[in-house]
Structure formats: structure tokens, C-alpha cells
């Protein structure tokens, strides 16, 4: 190397080195002590003992652990194709070029988003109330007995459900965003065939909007693993552990129960899980490919 080239690495390096130290003390050193301390006794009072994969273990046999997951897998499972299909679905119908009034209905689907959680949960609580509630009053316009939502073991996940469907703003915006980049001229041809709207969006719009699904069913999965504010706000996990999702049970044993090799095992855990759905998924939707079908 000249010495033109030996100032210009290390003036690079330089300017680097702030993030790499950043990133080697508040990443990197945390993720490795967190291993470490998945595989220990750990009660932050006190030194951690070395236990091997006891925690894993007392993990699968921990009821409120499985409660937790089969909480998190409903919602994934369930609320998450559910909101996508809307999500879609209302995009489609927004990007539809014969539809009037298309520009305040985004703004309408957009707003809930912008929304604080501790306010978007406190107006849920009130809009869910099994009495005076607002949907339970409309059910009750049609004769239908409305359930007691986040008071009942039944009903409080399809509560938070409609929470999400509710929050499905961005998602909706995301899809309009990757709607733009078909070409006008596809859905020409395909009405000079005799294509209607609906095998348009079938044929032509689901396929091209692909990787947009894709990113979005990402990270809709990678939020419902971090749910915590939600249930943590509107139910603490209850009643009888049915919104007890993956996240809120891991803060308890961290800074309820002071159990943090234990909340460190389950931690990995979560990050297994959810590195072999999402690259299921990628496989699933063939990320990468552009063809169309």
C-alpha cells in the first residue's frame, strides 16, 4: 500500500471504529452474555450458576410457556393471513381507478396507526367493555348477545385480533406503495381478454404484489413475537393465561420473577422460532422469483 492508500484506510477506520465499539459492547456483547445465561441460575441479585440446558428443559415443561406459545401461534396462524387478506383486499379495492372517494378512505384506514399504543389500548379496553361497550351495543341492534371479549378465556384473542385488524394502516399503505409498480398496461390487456377485476387481481395484482406480501407478512410475524404492550396493558395476560403471548411472559420472569437465565432460554427460543418461520416463508413465496403465476 502507498501512503496515500495507508491514510485513506485508517482514516476509514477512523470513522468506523465508533459504530464497530457500538456495536461490540451494546450488540454483540449482550447477545453473547445472554447465552451464557440461558445456560445458567441466573437472579441478576446474585452470580450466575452454570446449569447446562436446565432452563430449556423446565422450559417445555413450564405451562405457562406453552400457554404462551399456543397464544402467539393463534395469532400467527390465524390473525396474521386474516389481517393480510384485508390489508390486500382494501388496497386493491383503494387502488381501484372507477372507485370515488378512495383518498379519505386511506386516511381513514391510516389514522388508527397513528395512535399511541397506551391510548389505542385504553380506547380498546373501552370499545370491548361487555355492557356499555360500543360492538357489543351494535350486536345488540341486531339481536345478538355480545360476549365479554377480553373478560372471557374464549374471546379474548379474536379481541386482539380485531385490534390488529384495526392497526393494519401501514400494511395498507405498503401494499397501495407496491401497487404503483404494475404497469397499467397488464390490466389493459388483460380487459381486452375479457378479464373482469376480480380475475385481474387473482392473475395479475396478488402475483406482481408478491415480495410486497412477503415483507409485510414478515414483519407482522416478527411484531406478534414482540407483543407485549398490548396484553400487557389490556389484560396482564389474563383471563386464565389466554393472552399470555411470548413476549409478556418472557418480561415477567426477566423483571417480575427476576428470572433471567430462564428468560434468556426462552429469548433464543423466540429467535429459533421465528428463524424458521420466516425462512419457511421465503421459501414458501419463492423470494427472489419475478415471474408472474
Not at 107 to 124: I, R
Not at 136 to 162: D, E, H, V
Not at 208 to 219: E, G, Q
Amino acid at each position: 500500500m502507498t501512503r496515500r492508500e495507508r491514510r485513506e484506510a485508517r482514516s476509514g477506520l477512523l470513522f468506523v471504529l465508533p459504530w464497530m465499539l457500538g456495536f461490540l459492547i451494546f450488540t454483540l456483547y449482550p447477545i453473547l452474555c445472554s447465552l451464557y445465561y440461558s445456560m445458567c441460575n441466573y437472579s441478576v441479585i446474585g452470580a450466575p450458576k452454570f446449569i447446562g440446558a436446565a432452563n430449556y428443559i423446565n422450559l417445555l415443561r413450564d405451562r405457562t410457556f406453552l400457554a404462551s406459545c399456543f397464544n402467539t401461534a393463534y395469532m400467527i396462524l390465524i390473525g396474521v393471513p386474516v389481517t393480510t387478506v384485508i390489508a390486500v383486499t382494501v388496497s386493491v379495492l383503494l387502488n381501484y381507478r372507477k372507485l370515488r372517494g378512495t383518498g379519505w378512505m386511506r386516511v381513514v384506514f391510516f389514522v388508527p396507526t397513528l395512535v399511541p399504543t397506551v391510548v389505542a389500548c385504553l380506547l380498546w379496553i373501552w370499545v370491548m367493555q361487555p355492557d356499555s361497550g360500543i360492538v357489543n351495543t351494535l350486536l345488540g341492534y341486531i339481536g345478538i348477545r355480545g360476549p365479554g371479549w377480553l373478560s372471557s378465556p374464549a374471546w379474548a384473542k379474536p379481541a386482539f385480533l380485531l385490534m390488529m385488524i384495526w392497526t393494519c394502516g401501514n400494511a395498507v399503505i405498503i401494499y397501495l406503495a407496491g401497487l404503483q409498480d404494475i404497469s397499467p398496461t397488464l390490466y389493459d390487456a388483460a380487459a381486452i381478454d375479457g378479464a373482469g377485476f376480480v380475475r385481474q387481481s387473482f392473475y395479475i395484482t396478488v402475483p406482481l404484489l408478491r415480495p410486497t406480501i412477503l415483507y409485510n407478512v414478515v414483519t407482522l410475524i416478527i411484531g406478534v413475537f414482540q407483543w407485549f404492550a398490548e396484553p400487557y396493558i389490556m389484560t396482564e395476560g389474563g383471563p386464565s393465561n389466554a393472552t399470555m403471548f411470548y413476549s409478556l411472559y418472557l418480561y415477567q420472569n426477566a423483571f417480575t420473577f427476576f428470572k433471567m437465565g430462564y428468560a434468556s432460554a426462552q429469548a433464543w427460543i423466540m429467535l429459533l422460532m421465528a428463524m424458521i418461520i420466516i425462512a419457511a416463508l421465503f421459501k414458501g413465496f419463492r423470494f427472489g422469483e419475478t415471474e408472474m403465476g
